[in-house]
């Protein structure tokens, strides 16, 4: 009875503590991907402003392939130069993203988060598009 009890009260928060850091892990791959992922799309476009667009969907579809929710994440882009499609400029792309706490009820409505992760990727205009 004393092992079982132990065991349940030990293994509960090593679970819980493990499957929290899974969760961190995967958030912090899917903002890597989605950085990488929307730096080249940026490059690849024509315009600054139809290369925001398709950056920010991309950065979406990155999330959402990851399970995570791209309401908790936010996209920021900045060129080194003001003409972002000039070639030679460097396009840095910053993805963040709040993990929230797995296997909470309320966890939404109460803003609890985990941990924030974010990440970067640059990636330069060719000069022939």
């Known amino acids: 009875m004393e092992f079982t009890f132990l065991a349940l009260l030990l293994m509960v928060p090593v679970v819980y503590f493990v499957v929290t850091v899974s969760q961190i892990q995967g958030g912090s791959f899917a903002v890597v991907g989605a950085a990488d992922q ?9 315009d600054p402003d139809s290369a925001r667009i398709a950056a920010e969907r991309s950065v979406l579809v990155a999330l959402k392939d990851y399970g995570h929710s791209p309401e908790f994440a936010s996209v920021s882009i900045e060129c080194d130069r003001a003409d972002c499609s000039s070639a030679g400029t460097t396009v840095t792309v910053t993805v963040n993203l709040d993990v929230s706490l797995p296997l909470m009820p ?24």
């Open 106 to 129: 309320f966890g939404d409505s109460l803003q609890l988060k985990a941990s924030r992760v974010s990440a970067s990727a640059s990636q330069v205009v060719g000069r022939y598009q």
């Open 38 to 46: 929307a730096a080249k799309v940026f490059v690849a476009q024509a």
